[in-house]
């Protein structure tokens, strides 16, 4: 199985600012995902993360609020923009284990936004 | 795009009956269906998975059955224990290739299983 860390692992942040979440992945991963999971409800794909390119966005998702990296296979940032109390979510990424159909998750990144 | 129903929302159930989760998909091109397991505060674990070339698949007390016809997948839980208690998710996805290549996965709102003592 793939191992996956997330940090910070929760944030307390001010209207208007931004949060950039972090993803470690071990090698044995191929595709990675980012996910939101507002409280109490089901998670919601919010982009591809693509090696050395730009990520691909779901509907309802744009580059300017969620800015994301994966520069290298193994590692991705999500960045939380212009925050608004109704960004306060889990965020979670995942990444897909090579050879596998298995997509593993991150412990996710608790954000409230105040 | 892809939309998944999931029902029921809530599922109760005495400990050593048996729960069934039901999911509907709306694009016929999805061809991979896991099913996850999140405890409160954890991570979705996956549990099980079924492509769409397989009518059914078992682990344990576990099952999930498939039908691309109708476009919906169910899973089974046998023989429940306190330990099944959890929220379970289905999602669906389109998938290139065996063993990789995989699109997003779209998911259900979610089944609460309660087993009760």
């Known amino acids: 199985s793939a191992v996956i860390s997330q940090k910070p692992s929760r944030d307390i942040c001010q209207r208007g600012t931004s949060l950039t979440i972090q993803c470690q992945v071990d090698?044995?991963?191929?595709?990675m995902f980012w996910y939101r999971q507002q409280p109490g409800q089901s998670l919601t794909l919010i982009a591809t993360?693509?090696?050395?390119?730009?990520?691909?966005?779901e509907s309802g998702f744009v580059i300017d609020k969620f800015p994301i990296s994966r520069p290298n296979l193994t590692f991705s940032t999500l960045t939380v923009s212009n925050m608004s109390p109704e960004d306060s979510s889990i965020y979670l990424c995942?990444?897909?284990?090579?050879?596998?159909?298995?997509?593993?998750f991150g412990p996710g990144t608790r954000l409230t936004v105040l | 795009g892809e939309n998944v129903e999931q029902h029921p929302s809530t599922l109760s159930v005495q400990e050593g009956d048996s729960a069934v989760i039901k999911c509907t998909y709306s694009?016929?091109?999805?061809?991979?269906f896991p099913w996850y397991k999140q405890e409160l505060g954890k991570r979705p674990q996956l549990i099980i998975d079924?492509?769409?070339?397989?009518g059914e698949k078992k682990d344990q007390r576990i099952a999930v059955t498939l039908n691309k016809t109708a476009k919906h997948f169910s899973l089974h839980i046998t023989e429940t224990q306190p330990e099944d208690s959890a929220v379970y998710f289905c999602?669906?996805?389109?998938?290139?290739?065996?063993?990789?290549?995989?699109?997003?996965?779209?998911f259900g709102k979610g089944t609460h299983l309660i087993i009760q003592p």
């Open positions: 995942s990444g897909e284990g090579r050879g596998t159909d298995t997509q593993y």
């Open positions: 090698s044995q991963v191929t595709m």
């Open positions: 993360a693509n090696q050395g390119s730009e990520a691909t966005y």
């Open positions: 694009d016929s091109a999805s061809n991979y």
């Open positions: 079924i492509r769409s070339n397989v």
């Open positions: 999602a669906a996805s389109y998938k290139r290739y065996s063993g990789g290549g995989a699109d997003g996965l779209t």
